[in-house]
């Protein structure tokens, strides 16, 4: 079973940035499209940005331009690097491994979540 670790949350005021950081177990990491999903208070479990194990990234609107997702193979580790940082960015980030690989539509290939790593975007 794969399992992941999640990092590098926090809290920032708007405009501010945020670098993510997601390790994954196991020794297919490659094979895999990977995801950031983000849980906001109250809603469902969105996927905001994914990357196709050839490197494609995909990103929900909202965050276009502003986030950047990549991956580095040899470390089993997935990165989000956020930039431009508003209040509605707020929630739990978690990342697995995505079926589909086309957000905001959540298709994760793992029923183990890891803890997750909050991030606060607040004045």
């Known amino acids: 079973q794969v399992q992941f670790v999640e990092s590098g949350g926090g809290l920032v005021q708007p405009g501010g940035s945020l670098s993510l950081s997601c390790v994954a177990s196991g020794s297919m990491f490659s094979i895999y499209a990977m995801g950031w999903y983000r849980q906001a208070p109250g809603k469902q479990r969105e996927l905001v940005a994914a990357i196709t194990s050839l490197n494609n990234p995909h990103y929900v609107d909202s965050v276009k331009d502003r986030f950047t997702i990549s991956r580095d193979n040899a470390k089993n580790t997935v990165y989000l690097q956020m930039n431009s940082l508003k209040p509605e960015d707020t929630g739990v980030y978690y990342c697995?491994?995505?079926?589909?690989?086309?957000?905001?539509?959540?298709?994760?290939?793992?029923?183990?979540w890891g803890q997750g790593t909050q991030v606060t975007v607040s004045s």
């Open positions: 697995n491994a995505d079926g589909q690989a086309r957000p905001p539509t959540p298709r994760p290939l793992f029923g183990s």
